[in-house]
């Protein structure tokens, strides 16, 4: 684990406002190159993603920051601002204002939508993508979802139809049945480990990016979102790309297979015993993977 003195904070100017960025470690080790994070949501806060620090072990700046409109970044009101093209432009400010030239992107969850489509308009620099727990396709997403919520107990299924019909699923009865969903799909562990929790605490306390682009809940997508669909497009992501699911996933095996079928040349990796966190539910796996993948790119690649 990387000492405290060895992060450092600080924010990036965008459209006027402030983005919080992190980043954990002095200096890449020769041939090595930084992993750029970027966390789900939309809406969510870099907290959960915390276990990538070890990342900074191997050699590596590791980098995070919380999207515009949430966590330590800004939240201006105004929901016609989120969209794909505002965090994809983001997304690329902060590349430039940080330096990072030469670059691995991470994306986990919405942060996987987003990096494949950044990395669809081919930006200079990018040396590999990892997709972790992302669908391509909301339909496809939406579909699987109503799977897994199928198996639920026949009383939460009730619970969670009853308030999605009646536009009450701020009511805690719907918050709680969406709990055994959770619990289920999204982070098995139990209890939830701090660094999960203080992303579910930040995104409640400021939850506008995530009901206008998702909706009220993982499984009732409802928002700007709902159509997107990216399937067709991904033959366009030309760089060395390794795709991650868990098991139990809400982004589930048929959506992973989904996205490395769509890449040519891509790798993907299931993690048996995880859902939507293997970072989280499998990391000591899940950070070897990860640097064996980072470590063959910069072989074969000679990092620049």
């Given at each position: 684990m990387m000492t405290a003195n060895s992060a450092r904070e600080g924010f990036v100017s965008f459209r006027g406002y402030k983005v919080w960025y992190r980043i954990v470690g002095e200096e890449e080790a020769p041939g090595k190159l930084p992993l750029l994070c970027l966390h789900g949501g939309p809406g969510a ?260």
């Open positions: 806060t870099h907290d959960y993603l915390e276990p990538l620090e070890l990342m900074a072990a191997t050699g590596r700046r590791v980098i995070f920051y919380d999207q515009l409109g949430a966590g330590n970044s800004d939240h201006p009101h105004n929901p016609s601002m989120w969209t794909v093209p505002l965090f994809r432009e983001e997304l690329g400010v902060v590349r430039t204002a940080l330096g990072l030239d030469h670059v691995h992107l991470l994306g986990q969850s919405w942060g996987g939508m987003l990096g494949m489509e950044y990395a669809m308009t081919q930006p200079a620099g990018l040396a590999s993508l990892i997709i972790a727990d992302s669908p391509a396709s909301m339909p496809q997403w939406v579909a699987e979802a109503n799977r897994l919520r199928a198996e639920l107990p026949p009383e939460v299924q009730a619970t969670l139809l009853k308030h999605e019909a009646a536009g009450t699923t701020d009511d805690p009865a719907y918050e709680a049945a969406m709990a055994v969903f959770y619990g289920r799909h999204v982070c098995r562990v139990d209890p939830l480990p701090d660094c999960v929790a203080r992303a579910f605490v930040k995104m409640a306390e400021a939850p506008e990016v995530y009901h206008t682009m998702n909706g009220p809940s993982e499984f009732h997508v409802i928002g700007t979102l709902k159509d997107w669909d990216i399937t067709a497009r991904l033959g366009e992501i030309g760089v060395p790309t390794l795709v991650l699911s868990g098991r139990y996933d809400e982004a589930t095996p048929a959506i992973a297979e989904t996205v490395h079928r769509g890449i040519k040349g891509s790798e993907w990796v299931l993690f048996e015993h995880s859902s939507h966190m293997p970072h989280v539910e499998e990391t000591e796996r899940y950070m070897e993977v990860l640097t064996t993948f980072l470590e063959r790119v910069e072989a074969k690649t000679g990092s620049r």
